[in-house]
């Protein structure tokens, strides 16, 4: 079956280290998104990528980095400079090829990072 | 720019009550609206959507009407169940999908 697939599911770091989160898409989904989720505050949009090698800052880019490589792969980097990085991760994907309002996204099940 | 309103939680119902979560939008255009669920540590799933003023979403008696008029997607279920405790997304579709804040529902026997 097709999916998205992220990991860890839980991740510990320590202060002052980058560490990298894992989102693969097997949907030949063109555009892949990154989210942020605390509590009260809903989802906040981190980076997205409409195509292979090339991506946007979304509203929270601050202390982190993406790359797109590969259609299948978008990884998400949690700099040190991210200064409150304990939050739950979740990735998302859409197939640009249809109509942009018509289609919903498909989200990956999330990793929880915590700073300890 | 483009958002979402959602009213806030929790919204605390006994099994077979009816359920309203209001949601309106801001936005330029005319986006998809669209009802995510989030169950327990796990993500998103699509619960149901509209692409067009008067369009009707309904996934597993949940319900909700694009009414452009009142900028309003408001989330509907005549008799809710237990198993339907979860957080609830409301979000708008241009170019990036826009979340409203999530509104958590609880639902005791």
């Known amino acids: 079956d097709g999916g998205i697939t992220q990991s860890p599911k839980y991740l510990f770091r320590k202060e002052g280290q980058n560490v990298t989160l894992s989102c693969e898409q097997n949907?030949?989904?063109?555009?892949m998104y990154w989210y942020r989720q605390d509590p009260g505050q809903g989802l906040r949009l981190i980076y997205y990528s409409q195509i292979v090698n090339d991506f946007q800052k979304g509203d929270i880019a601050e202390g982190y980095s993406v790359s797109r490589e590969k259609k299948e792969s978008f990884p998400l980097t949690v700099t040190s400079a991210q200064k409150n990085p304990t939050a739950f991760y979740l990735c998302a994907s859409r197939d640009r090829g249809r109509l942009l309002t018509n289609y919903g996204y498909t989200f990956g099940s999330g990793t929880r990072l915590t700073v300890v | 720019g483009n958002s979402v309103t959602q009213m806030e939680g929790p919204v605390t119902l006994s099994e077979e009550a009816f359920l309203t979560i209001n949601c309106t939008y801001t936005?330029?255009?005319?986006?998809?609206l669209f009802w995510y669920v989030q169950y327990p540590g796990e993500g998103l799933q699509l619960l149901l959507k509209a692409t067009k003023a008067d369009d009707k979403g309904s996934n597993k008696g949940f319900e909700a009407t694009y009414r452009k008029e009142t900028t309003s997607f408001h989330l509907e279920k005549g008799s809710v169940q237990v198993s339907d405790s979860a957080v609830y997304f409301c979000?708008?579709?241009?170019?990036?999908?826009?979340f409203g804040t999530g509104t958590r529902l609880q639902v005791f026997p």
């Open positions: 949907l030949n989904h063109d555009a």
């Open positions: 979000a708008l579709n241009t170019d990036k999908l826009i």
């Open positions: 936005a330029t255009g005319y986006p998809s």
